[in-house]
């Protein structure tokens, strides 16, 4: 099996900064995407940022400019750097990979834990 772990979460001021990590473990032949999902109280799943295989880098319009997604591939880790967070960035933040577990297998969607995030006013 294969296992992502999230770390980094807590509570913030407005304005400040959080570093998430992702780390997987497990199973693991490659890589592909590797991206950050949210879960705000009452509201469903969204999509915050992915990083491709090769580095490119997508970005909800809410999060452009203030947070930043990278990767270690020799770690199977994928990192979160948020800055000037906002009430509204509040939720628990999801680490989500796709993974090839070996040869001729398909890859497949694989979800951490969650981690909260609480940005204070």
């Known amino acids: 099996q294969v296992q992502p772990v999230e770390s980094g979460g807590g509570l913030v001021q407005a304005g400040g900064s959080l570093r998430l990590s992702c780390a997987a473990s497990g199973s693991i032949f490659s890589i592909n995407a590797m991206g950050w999902y949210r879960q705000a109280p009452g509201k469903q799943r969204e999509w915050v940022a992915t990083?491709?295989?090769?580095?490119?880098?997508y970005y909800q319009d809410s999060v452009k400019g203030r947070f930043t997604i990278s990767r270690d591939n020799a770690k199977n880790t994928v990192y979160l750097q948020m800055n000037s967070l906002k009430p509204e960035d509040t939720a628990v933040y999801y680490c989500n990979t796709v993974v090839v577990r070996g040869l001729g297998y398909r890859p497949g969607d694989y979800w951490g834990q969650g981690t909260q995030v609480t940005v204070s006013s």
């Open positions: 990083i491709t295989t090769g580095g490119s880098t």
